[in-house]
């Protein structure tokens, strides 16, 4: 966005909580974090020469090797120099009388801007459920999303991890290898299909390189937003005996290609239970104690969580040195100062982590006092009625001039993020340009046009299975929230048609108030 908007020749300050660029990949620095997106689609097309020099290790690379490429792309742009970083904004109020946000800034100071955009991420406000105790706790604790710099030596320690989602799913394994003991405190047992990551080889690597226009095509034009294509075909069209052989192929491929192999799989509860039921016959197969298989074994829709891809996750439960502790059976109790206990023992522990997400989509907005037209704050105008409401994800009524990159109701984590993310930054580039040449002083949508996508939103959401599931996509996982499906399944490309053809249309549905309207 920094890029963008200094290449358009506006004036722009990026405020940044951490002490460096990286985002989600400068707080997750937990064992094992890696990215689930193949390497070659996770990154930006905005540059060719940037494609060009920069060389992926692997398909599925680790948190460090993300976090030097966009260290990287922060020094061959030279971005730096406009973010201020050890800052966090507190709160942002649209000040009515002259149109413009006034930003307050965690060391006190203000600033004042036109506009006021938000690039605070999805699955930026870390969960730390409030268990009893836990500031009795003697030993280290830990969340994986804001992991500290210096390494967490496991060596000889009893570890427990509380949380089974993506991010435990990456760590369990890791921990495993060096802990004394650990155990696995599990809510809900989890689908994760094997990664098998490999490193590329230079001939791949060289194709890539030159295939750019092709990379940058998917990447922006289908509908994952990457090169994952999904099968135009039904799981039940195939006999079992055809099906098993797909998935038993997809399996051994491993990555999303499960996911991808029948295009019914997250639409049609029927085909949905023959991919189920394929991974729970292989958590059968892989774990060899069948009380313990008994209790990974999830019955949930497959995929309506985050399905996860995972290094040797099933696997870590043959170890001697693993504990599973089912938290629905044997609920945690309290923390005490030398570890957890649960309804029917006490856990010693060292380290504990936790792994317990996120209050995604919307938390990190409301973490930020955000108020617009009239003093109303965003967080009570979302709340009213249970009902987030935008206008294609990237603005919402009330909040003039604020855009929001991957906002609620947009395709954001259902998606390649950094496809998300382009084109939401080229959107916005785009429509302040917009603005500038067309002497508009406001711009924010319309109360109808916003009512009509969220209801859109929510009517392709109740298409899928997706809404059966508790999980974060729906708000579920933190107490209190108001349920609604947060994110846009409509597809990436038609998502991106939406907004193409609204700005086309100069920028349809939104209300442009012109500088003249002022005196
Ligand atoms: P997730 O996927 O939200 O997983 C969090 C896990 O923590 C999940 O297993 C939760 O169980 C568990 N949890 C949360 N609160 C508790 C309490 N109070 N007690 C026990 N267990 C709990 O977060 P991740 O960080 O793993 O992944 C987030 C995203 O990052 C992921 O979707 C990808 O997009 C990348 P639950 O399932 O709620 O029963």
Redesign the pocket.
Known sequence: MLYCLREAGFSTRVYEAGDGVGGVWYWNRYPGARCDIESIYYNYTFSKELYQEWTWTSKYPAQDEILRYLNHVAEKFALRRDIQFNTRITAAHFDEANNRWTLQLDDGTNVTAKYFISGVGC?SAA?L?NFKGLNRFKGQWYH??KWPKEKVDFTGKRVGV???????VQAIPVIAKEANHLTV?Q??P?YTIPARNYGYDPEFIKQTKEDFEEVKRLMRESSTGSGLLIRNVSALSDPPEKRQQVYEKAWAEGGFALTSAYYDLFINEEANKTAADFIRSKIKEIVHNPEVAEKLLPDYYFGT??PILDTDYYETYNRENVTLVD?KKEP?VEITSNGIRTKESEYKLDILVF????DGMTGPLFKIDIRGKDGVKLKEKWEEGSKVRTYLGLATEGFPNFFMITGPESPS?LVNMPSAIEQHVEWIADCLQFLREHEVETIEPTLEVEEAWSKHCREVAETTLYVKTDS?YTGA?IAGKPRSFLIYLGGFDNYKHKCNEVAAAGYDGFTLSPIKALH
């Open positions: 699955l969960n459920p994986t999303g509380i949380g089974t989602g993506s991010s435990g405190f809510r809900t989890q969580k985050r938290v945690i792994a317990t997400g996120y984590v974060w996982n």
